[in-house]
């Protein structure tokens, strides 16, 4: 039995790799006690103490604060899961491409200082591509901070071509924020004292956790393809002139048409829609379609003369097995979004894409496919490094 | 347990053990032994104390059962292999969980065993809902726990810091000079209960100002709009008549502990308020996490409130009419109020439109809930009706035993061929 731990950009998923569920669904940001403790309960950040709010991942989806993410993971592991770590196997999961240095700064965290007895860094969309039952896969993986797109041919990573941009799930809570900022603008409750106002990243943290996490589940949604390609009569066609109604805050009535939730989403895959300074080519689309191409690149350059692939087999294999993932990929519409734009691009290919349409277990993908790296029938399958592997490796290192 | 229907629990007996100064777990309260909880509002804090505990519990059963070992042929037939169902906390962790069955299996000798967690327990109880929230209510905490397709989510469960004792100390604050005994058996009387808005207005009672000390509040007399003498009237039929609603009297009379009438009057109203509205907020807080919107209106459409504070007439009702208040979806009154006045003046100017024009339409929102009710409690377990449905948990485990141990299919629970060839790890490989 070991502990899976994933650290997303936005939330973190723990628990134990022989039960279904995790344990634990925790923010990875947090906000320091007065006592000096961390607070990383969702509840106790909405409600508890005020402070300003720190995060512990960079926007690559990196660990920089490790003294906050050792003890998150003491705080998991002895307070919310009752084990003693030096009892425990600990499984992570990290990006695909995660430089060697914080590698060996992850090894010194779990083994040196945690004393974990032997610990395994899972490649977070690998281990959602074989938990699935694929072995080659794209997987695009929408989440807060970033969107990823990882190109996985025969169970290895194709590490060159893995495209990553910052339009995801926390650009999205930006464009809502604006938006209902200038239509709704919301009394500040504290106004006046300013001794009494609460620190700005707290306020923003918990209206990012609150409405406008609420208008991004009820009322965003993708445009089946370039919102500006549409004509009139194609929007009444699609029933994109019709009305929603969110009530924001029990207060005041908001309503938009289907037309105006595409607009307020177009930004994932149009940057420039919101602003010039974006780069056009970060849309989502666009790095998907960016990666498919690197990867037939790569593998047609690295594979030996026995066994050819072409860059077109690459492609084939690829755009047929395009998994989607990440808790930003629930905006209704986005799949189809991103088969539509791939279809312009590789009109010669079938396409073929997956996205879990348990919306549950698609929040929990990451963490599951972490459990299924865990439970892999044999020892030698996983790549655990034990404390005796550590110390060795030290060694090697001074000498 | 009998076959044919469920029974309410037989015995109640509470968490309490002792320890002696030797570090010894026992069940005398003796001087020199400290007396230990075991288990605080659903969590484990001393597993050794809990283990004696479980213990003594199935020791005083089987000597219940054999007579003091008298009658030694019941271990060869009816005691030989009694099975266990233990309802388990969320908070339990793992290696509780393992120490447990280890206990059960080896110092106990059981041969087959199970675990439910509480809140599935509740679930059952009311004909297996696959999608719900359980409100459950301790002494010094709650747990909000949202089930959906019958697995607990564990994860997204949050705990209120508050549980019943919170009324104790808001009644407190309210008799001031009562002891803490006689506010608890105020609280556990029939004539403690939360008037709904209803109740208020239509009882002659003045609910919006006069707080009194327990005896007869002449300013309420006077300030209320009926004829004093009516009043005074009405009090007096009450002392002859008894089926007067508590609601209308001024005050009444329960009886203690120790035997003697307490007079009070309206505080046996009130002291449930802020339990009401904190938990509230947090079943509103716990449900917008789960965004399967399909399973989210069903989950709403079923409140499941458990824990003896339910027991309070009354309290169920107020929660449910504070999670209206809080959560539904509908239209803001002042935008409603705005919407009626433009459409009656648009109305007033074309006389002539039809008739269906004159009707507004309500406003349709995206979110939920659009609903909100408690779970229905079942009809088909009379004595349970009669009891009351505040340890519905234990309903509810009753109803699992007799489906998993009355089955030949094995696969839901511990056998002892199974434990012994796994150990206590094969508990996570049976989980109901």
Not at chain 1, 131 to 138: D, E, F, M, V
Not at chain 2, 44 to 53: A, M, P, Q
Not at chain 2, 166 to 181: N, S
Not at chain 2, 236 to 254: A, G, T
Request: aromatic residues 8%; proline residues 4%.
């Amino acid at each position: 039995m070991s502990v899976v731990i994933h650290n997303g950009t936005h939330t973190t998923v723990a628990g134990f790799s022989n039960v279904d569920m995790p344990q634990i669904v925790c923010s990875s940001s947090y906000v320091q006690r007065q006592d000096g403790s961390l607070e990383f309960v969702v509840e106790g950040m909405l409600i508890g103490e005020d402070g300003p709010v720190y995060t512990m991942m960079d926007a690559q989806g990196v660990p920089y604060n490790w003294d906050a993410l050792e003890k998150q993971w003491r705080w998991i592991c002895e307070e919310r899961l009752g084990c003693r770590l030096e009892e425990t196997p600990v499984v992570a999961t990290v990006a695909p491409d995660l430089p060697d240095a914080v590698r060996a700064q992850y090894l010194e965290m779990a083994l040196g200082r945690l004393k974990i007895p032997v610990f395994q860094l899972v490649v977070e969309p690998l281990a959602v591509a074989l938990s699935l039952g694929r072995n080659t896969a794209l997987v695009v993986d929408v989440g807060a901070a970033k969107s990823t797109v990882t190109p996985i041919i025969d169970g290895t990573v194709v590490q060159t071509a893995v495209a990553r941009s910052k339009f995801a799930g926390d650009f999205l809570d930006m464009q809502v924020n604006e938006l209902l900022t200038k239509i709704a603008p919301i009394k500040d409750e504290e106004e006046g004292d300013p001794n009494n106002r609460k620190d700005p990243s707290l306020t923003l943290w918990r209206n990012s956790r609150t409405w406008i996490q609420e208008f991004k589940t009820y009322m965003l949604q993708v445009a089946p393809s370039r919102l500006q390609d549409l004509d009139s009569a194609a929007l009444d066609m699609m029933g994109l002139t019709y009305i929603k109604n969110f009530l924001l805050q029990k207060q005041k009535t908001i309503s938009l048409t289907q037309k105006q939730c595409c607009e307020l989403a177009e930004g994932l895959f149009q940057p420039r829609s919101v602003s010039q300074q974006f780069v056009a080519a970060e849309g989502l689309s666009e790095i998907v379609a960016k990666s498919v191409k690197k990867a037939g690149a790569s593998t047609a350059t690295s594979s030996s003369a026995t066994n050819v692939t072409t860059p077109e087999q690459t492609h084939a294999a690829l755009l047929t097995n395009i998994l989607i993932t990440g808790s930003s990929s629930l905006i209704s519409g986005l799949e189809q979004r991103i088969v539509n734009d791939l279809s312009y691009q590789f009109p010669q290919y079938k396409l073929s894409s997956f996205a879990n349409p348990l919306v549950l277990d698609r929040k929990l993908q990451s963490w599951q496919g972490g459990v299924t790296m865990a439970n892999l029938p044999s020892w030698d399958l996983g790549d655990w490094v034990s404390q005796s592997d550590y110390e060795a490796r030290n060694e090697r290192g001074s000498n | 347990m009998r076959e044919e229907t469920f029974y309410p629990p037989q015995l109640e007996i509470p968490t309490v053990v002792y320890k002696t100064p030797e570090g010894l777990y026992t069940s005398k309260s003796d001087s020199g032994n400290v007396k230990v909880n075991p288990l605080v509002d659903g969590q484990i804090v001393d597993l050794d104390g809990f283990l004696f505990f479980v213990k003594l519990i199935y020791k005083s059963y089987l000597a219940q059962r054999s007579r003091n070992g008298a009658s030694p042929e019941v271990f060869d037939m009816e005691l030989s292999n009694i099975p266990m169902l233990m309802l388990s906390h969320s908070s339990w962790t793992h290696h509780q969980l393992e120490t447990i069955a280890q206990f059960v299996f080896e110092q106990l000798q059981i041969n087959n065993f199970m675990f439910l967690p509480s809140a599935l327990a509740s679930s059952y109880a009311l004909g297996s809902l696959q999608n719900c929230v359980v409100i459950d209510i301790h002494t010094n905490g709650t747990d909000v726990i949202p089930i959906l397709d019958y697995i607990q989510l564990g994860h997204l469960a949050v705990k209120v810091e508050h549980g019943g004792s919170q009324i104790d100390q808001e009644l407190a604050k309210l008799l001031p000079q009562w002891t803490p005994e006689q506010i608890e058996d105020l609280k556990k009387s029939s004539i403690f209960e939360v008037l709904s808005e209803d109740a208020k207005k239509s009882s002659s009672l003045n609910f919006k100002h006069g707080e009194d000390e327990g005896a007869l509040d002449v300013a309420a007399l006077v300030t209320s709009d009926r004829d004093t003498r009516e009043i005074l009237e009405e009090r007096e039929k009450n002392k002859d008549k008894h089926n007067v609603e508590n609601s209308e009297q001024e005050n009444n009379v329960f009886v203690d502990r120790h035997g003697k009438q307490i007079i009070v009057g309206k505080q046996r109203f009130k002291g449930c308020e802020s339990l009401v509205a904190e938990i509230s907020k947090t079943v509103g807080r716990v449900l917008s996490q789960i965004d399967d919107f399909h399973k989210l209106r069903a989950m709403w459409e079923n409140i499941l409130v458990v824990g003896g504070t339910t027991s309070i007439s009354g309290f169920k009702e107020a929660l449910l009419q504070k999670l209206v208040e809080d959560h539904l979806i509908g239209e803001p009154a002042h935008e409603k109020d705005i919407r009626e006045r433009e459409h009656s003046a648009q109305n007033s100017v074309k006389k002539k439109a039809k008739i269906a024009n004159s009707f507004l339409n309500s406003v349709d929102y995206v979110q939920i809930p659009t609903a909100i009710s408690l779970a229905k409690y079942p009809e088909y377990f009379p004595e349970w009706k009669k009891h009351g449905y505040a340890e519905v948990p234990f309903l509810g485990a009753q109803i699992v035993a007799k489906q998993a141990f009355g089955h030949t299919n094995e696969s839901f629970y511990v056998t002892r061929e199974k434990y012994e060839k796994k150990g206590p790890s094969i508990v996570w490989d049976v989980a109901f």
